[in-house]
């Protein structure tokens, strides 16, 4: 399953951004702060909903110097418990995310991590082959061929 977390207070994300994003293989997790984020625009709503049960909203209970960044980093780990075959993009400009990427990578906690600042640049990320970082090389598995007087099932 894929994962895009979006730290909302780092990064508002516009409509048009998840238009590409698949809304049956993708969970949409929008962090929101307790003081910066009381409102959401019409057309973001509009377009999370086409995610359905997908979408979920983590409102950030205080204030405080990297509140929402340690709920992001929470809901992370749960999530990487859960599917060790998790594709997770994050989209946030804070780079402090970045060491606890590289050390979810290389323990293999996920198939697929990558955290990207510029959401423009982003529209066709969510798809598999995009999210898994440049640095795990994609291995494929060569098939058998089939012999002439095999019967291929």
């Known amino acids: 399953m894929k994962h895009i977390l979006i730290d909302f207070e780092n990064v508002q994300p516009e409509a048009s951004q998840l238009s590409g994003v698949d809304d049956e293989n993708c969970h949409i997790w929008l962090f929101l702060g307790k003081l910066q984020q009381k409102?959401?625009?019409?057309e973001l709503c509009e377009a999370l909903c086409r995610f359905g049960k997908n979408v979920h909203f983590v409102r950030v209970a205080k204030t405080g110097k990297n509140a929402l960044d340690f709920y992001l980093a929470y809901y992370l780990g749960k999530i990487s418990e859960q599917d060790s075959e998790a594709l997770i993009c994050i989209f946030s400009?804070?780079?402090g995310f970045d060491v606890l990427l590289e050390h979810m990578e290389s323990n293999k906690h996920c198939r697929g991590i990558v955290r990207i600042a510029d959401l423009y640049n982003a529209a066709?990320?969510?798809q598999a082959a995009e999210i898994v970082p440049p640095t795990i090389a994609a291995v494929e598995v060569p098939q058998p061929a089939p012999e002439d007087n095999?019967?291929?099932i």
């Open 39 to 42: 409102t959401l625009s019409v």
């Open 93 to 95: 400009r804070d780079t």
């Open 124 to 126: 066709s990320l969510p």
């Open 150 to 152: 095999a019967t291929v």
